[in-house]
């Protein structure tokens, strides 16, 4: 852990997702010393926060993603990440971390999957995106396809458009 001057514990305030001129993924970490009030800022490459974080913590770029999702969901899906990254003996939530199912791999979607995503009414948008990358996670794929949706979309409202052989 990061010690100030006057003898006590930094505690971690805020992490900035950033790229850098390469365009890897930097953290500039946001610390302040609660006895003094010295605040000091470190740029280091993500996931290298050896001592630097005091406490599970989410990015600021995590949290405002987080902060968008219907208030029924957020709850939810903030407890299943936060299980996942302590699971993985981690302790900061990134935008990514935020996207990525259980598997740890990022989901993707085929274009006319992501098109007709984008006609599912605002308020279940959300939760229909975070249970068909599940559904995807916990068959072992990492794409979402238009059989795929319309798979979920049988299962939980009992209808399709897919045409069923007699």
């Known amino acids: 852990m990061l010690t100030c001057g006057c003898g006590r514990w930094m505690h971690t305030e805020g992490i900035e997702e950033r790229a ?91 274009p006319e999957a992501e098109r007709r995503l984008e006609n599912v009414p605002a308020p279940v948008r959300a939760m229909a995106r975070i249970e068909l990358e599940r559904t995807a996670a916990d068959r072992g794929t990492s794409r979402i396809t238009v059989a795929l949706m319309e798979e979920v979309k049988a299962k939980y409202f009992g209808m399709s458009n897919v045409k069923r052989e007699a």
């Open 20 to 110: 850098d001129e390469d365009g890897a993924l930097q953290w500039f970490i946001r610390s302040e010393c609660r006895g003094c009030g010295l605040k000091v800022g470190v740029d280091v490459p993500a996931w290298r926060t050896h001592g630097l974080v005091d406490r599970l913590m989410w990015t600021d770029d995590a949290l405002h993603r987080l902060d968008r999702m219907p208030p029924y969901l957020a709850p939810l899906v903030r407890q299943e990440v936060e299980q996942d990254v302590r699971a993985r003996g981690e302790r900061v939530v990134s935008y990514d971390a935020l996207l990525c199912p259980r598997t740890g791999e990022r989901i993707e979607w085929e």
